[in-house]
T-cell receptor, first 117, second 116 residues
Framework: AQTVTQSQPEMSVQEAETVTLSCTYDTSESDYYLFWYKQPPSRQMILVIR??????QNATENRFSVNFQKAAKSFSLKISDSQLGDAAMYFCAYRSIEGGANSKLTFGKGITLSVRP | DAGITQSPRHKVTETGTPVTLRCHQT?????MYWYRQDPGHGLRLIHYSYGVKDTDKGEVSDGYSVSRSKTEDFLLTLESATSSQTSVYFC???????????????FGPGTRLTVL
């Protein structure tokens, strides 16, 4: 079974600075998807970014980018030019490339990010 | 916006009572999921559905049942609610994106359930 580990429960960043959130995972599969979701105080789960394991290029979405290290099974999220609205809980998630029961997401425990003005 | 709604959004109930949560989607997605979110655990899968009347268990399915009689509705039932089922419940659907066709899950707004 796959596992996802987010070892830092909390992080803090100064507004306009850059912060990196860590995530490691364990799997025996060679192809899979990885995701970062953001959960603000509204509780809504919002997709931030996704990465296909077969792509060597790191995914980027505006101020959000990932550092995907497949051999190390590491998938960190970098937030550049941090804004007050980035304050939220962030979840790392894994999904098998297969369908059916394997299409479910396996989540890490989450990390709470605070942004200092 | 993946067109997912959940009802009710908040509910307080007593131990031993049955509770049904509803997830409704408007875009004809085949796969639907129920997760629960608890502090220190992230989100964990309760049950999922891969079509009308086709459902299967997730990792924390004990005490829960589901039904899907129509494509758009996926119901989660707590047969006899217990305090350990106090949680936030999320419904999700699988959706391919326009650019990559990579299936991605989108979530409803969540239901906060308190069992006293």
């Amino acid at each position: 079974a796959q596992t996802v580990t987010q070892s830092q429960p909390e992080m803090s960043v100064q507004e306009a600075e850059t912060v990196t959130l860590s995530c490691t995972y364990d799997t025996s599969e060679s192809d899979y998807y990885l995701f970062w979701y953001k959960q603000p105080p509204s509780r809504q789960m919002i997709l931030v970014i996704r990465q296909e394991a077969y792509k060597q290029q790191n995914a980027t979405e505006n101020r959000f980018s990932v550092n995907f290290q497949k051999a190390a099974k590491s998938f960190s999220l970098k937030i550049s030019d941090s804004q007050l609205g980035d304050a939220a809980m962030y979840f790392c998630a894994y999904r098998s490339i297969e369908g059916g029961a394997n299409s479910k997401l396996t989540f890490g425990k989450g990390i709470t990010l605070s942004v200092r003005p | 916006d993946a067109g997912i709604t959940q009802s009710p959004r908040h509910k307080v109930t007593e131990t031993g009572t049955p509770v049904t949560l509803r997830c409704h989607q408007t875009e004809n997605h085949r796969y639907m999921y129920w997760y629960r979110q608890d502090p220190g655990h992230g989100l964990r899968l309760i049950h999922y559905s891969y079509g009308v009347k086709d459902t299967d268990k997730g990792e924390v399915s004990d005490g829960y049942s589901v039904s899907r009689s129509k494509t758009e509705d996926f119901l989660l039932t707590l047969e006899s609610a217990t305090s350990s089922q106090t949680s936030v419940y999320f419904c999700a659907i699988n959706s391919p994106t326009a650019s990559t066709f990579t299936d991605t899950q989108y979530f409803g707004p969540g239901t906060r359930l308190t069992v006293l």
